[in-house]
């Protein structure tokens, strides 16, 4: 039985894996975020590493998968920043019991990718394909970047290196220039809404709205304790006379890339409301969104939207949490008056 792929990557997917010998030695995997782009990129690295495919497409049966699926295959290494793997094996055993306790980096860094020289000069193990993941693509640091350009120049035989990223503006033009670049499609409406109903999520065309038409980023948008934290924070955005420094203290601590999200989404709501009398991302805020709307400069408000977005773009990086967010609601209070 073939492994679970994504149903809206299933084209794609056969598509490259229909040309398994004749694939470059790096993919630049991109698209737009909460589709599943690394979902998309572990199938097709286990697909090429699976030693009996259906059809092209991983057995799910075999050692190799059997392997891969416990994070232990020996021709598979996946890069990615300290802060995101320990994220992914929250819950798990760490070997450094000071490891939590540590400031965790948000890039990749030289030294992990000095780390896998071995692994990518060394023969295989088991006579098939090389697969390096990097994601997200990136956050990988100047000096990272040019060390694995090394290996995208004069990559082993039968290597396929995959990078993953949301901001294909953010790489070096040398590394995309020595990467095949795969744009993984967005899912159309009914086939995201029929398999958000499949994984039980509640409240479908509502989260699927909010999340702007992402199914993954739909998932995590009709989780009840996101939820209390945007209505709390969009509230606030709601409210002319708020403590805004009072807020930056009381969700400093949270993802900083769901706040930075949702002042995104509020702006573009904002916006809309004024052009249209419509919303789209906080329905739960349009009465609010509509009595703010009629009040404001709309050149004032894409100010501090392209605000946001350099905001964005740095956001994986080491920062004063609280300092960036007192700016960005300071920011917004004027942007608003």
């Not at 000096?143 to 070096?172: C, F, H, Q, W």
């Amino acid at each position: 039985m073939s492994i679970d792929i994504l149903p809206w990557h299933t084209e794609t997917l056969r598509e490259l894996l229909s040309r398994r010998e004749r694939l470059p030695h790096a993919l630049l995997i991109y698209g737009r975020q909460g589709i599943g782009k690394v979902e998309f990129a572990r199938a097709l690295a286990q697909s090429l590493l699976c030693e009996a495919p259906d059809q092209g497409v991983a057995c799910g049966q075999c050692p190799a998968c059997h392997w891969f699926s416990e994070h232990n295959h020996p021709d598979f290494r996946e890069l990615v920043p300290e802060a995101l793997a320990e994220e992914d094996t929250d819950g798990e055993e760490i070997a450094d019991p000071d490891a939590k306790e540590k400031k965790k980096s948000r890039e990749i860094k030289i030294e992990q990718v000095r780390n896998i020289a071995d692994f990518m000069t060394l023969s295989t193990h088991r006579d098939g394909f090389r697969v390096l993941l990097v994601h997200p693509a990136e956050t990988m640091n100047l000096a990272a970047a040019n060390a694995l350009l090394k290996t995208l120049e004069e990559p082993p035989p039968r290597t396929a290196i995959l990078l993953v990223t949301d901001s294909i503006g953010r790489l070096l033009a040398t590394i995309k220039s020595r990467c095949q670049r795969i744009l993984v499609p967005a899912p159309d409406e009914s086939t995201a809404l029929a398999w958000l109903t499949a994984q039980g999520a509640a409240d479908v065309e509502v989260a699927l709205a909010a999340a702007g038409g992402a199914p993954l980023d739909a998932i995590a948008f009709a989780d009840a304790e996101y939820q209390s934290q945007r209505r709390q924070f969009v509230q606030t955005l709601a409210d002319t006379n708020a403590d805004y420094l009072a807020t930056a203290q009381a969700f400093e601590k949270a993802d900083l890339v769901n706040v930075v999200t949702w002042l995104q989404t509020w702006v573009s709501d904002l916006a809309l409301s004024r052009l249209t009398g419509q919303v789209r991302h906080h329905r739960d805020q349009k009465a609010a969104l509509s009595r703010l709307a009629t009040r404001l400069s709309l050149p004032a408000l894409f100010r501090y939207e392209s605000q946001l977005r350099q905001a964005r773009r740095s956001i994986h990086h080491p920062l004063n949490a609280r300092l960036l967010l007192e700016q960005l609601l300071i920011s917004y209070a004027q942007a608003i008056r």
